[in-house]
């Protein structure tokens, strides 16, 4: 990339924070403990996220098991994006699942998602997202930083 289109890191908890407003006709709002799997699973179906939509019993454990969750709904009350997230609230965070319904994307709900986890974690702590192949152009023209330095033992299913 050359120096004019190099996307510009989004430095500091500040500078995330003060993006961490819902859309216009949005709200955010933290549900991890009460919310449903079900409408969880049905905007994740419509988000395309690779997850097992068709096991009901998983997403409900991957709800359950989840500490932040941060949800975004329409004005109608209509659960349109989540944020589902691992963390100590201290020094790491993992976002696992960012997912906005493709009827609402385009809106700036993804990033303001993002936004608000890295409010809520706070400054001394540093947020890691792990990217399905089609988003990892977007992710930078966020200001988010790659990393290369990672390692994992994969699921068996």
Not at 68 to 90: C, Y
């Amino acid at each position: 990339m050359s120096p004019d289109t190099t996307p510009a890191l989004l430095v500091g908890h500040a500078a995330w924070a003060a993006l961490a407003v819902p859309p216009p006709g949005h709200a955010f709002a933290r549900e991890e403990g009460r919310l449903d799997p079900a409408e969880y699973t049905a905007v994740v179906r419509a988000s395309g996220l690779a997850r097992p939509v068709g096991d009901a019993a998983r997403m409900a454990a991957m709800v359950a098991g989840s500490n932040l969750i941060v949800t975004a709904r329409d004005a109608a009350g209509r659960l349109v994006g989540a944020a589902r997230s691992f963390t100590d609230f201290a020094y790491g965070c993992y976002l696992s699942d960012l997912c906005v319904d493709p009827a609402a994307q385009g809106r700036g709900i993804g990033r303001a998602l993002i936004a608000e986890t890295k409010r809520i974690i706070g400054p001394g702590c540093m947020l890691l997202l792990l990217s399905a192949p089609d988003p990892m152009t977007w992710y930078p023209k966020l200001g988010m930083e790659p990393v290369a330095n990672g390692f994992i033992i994969r699921r068996d299913g």
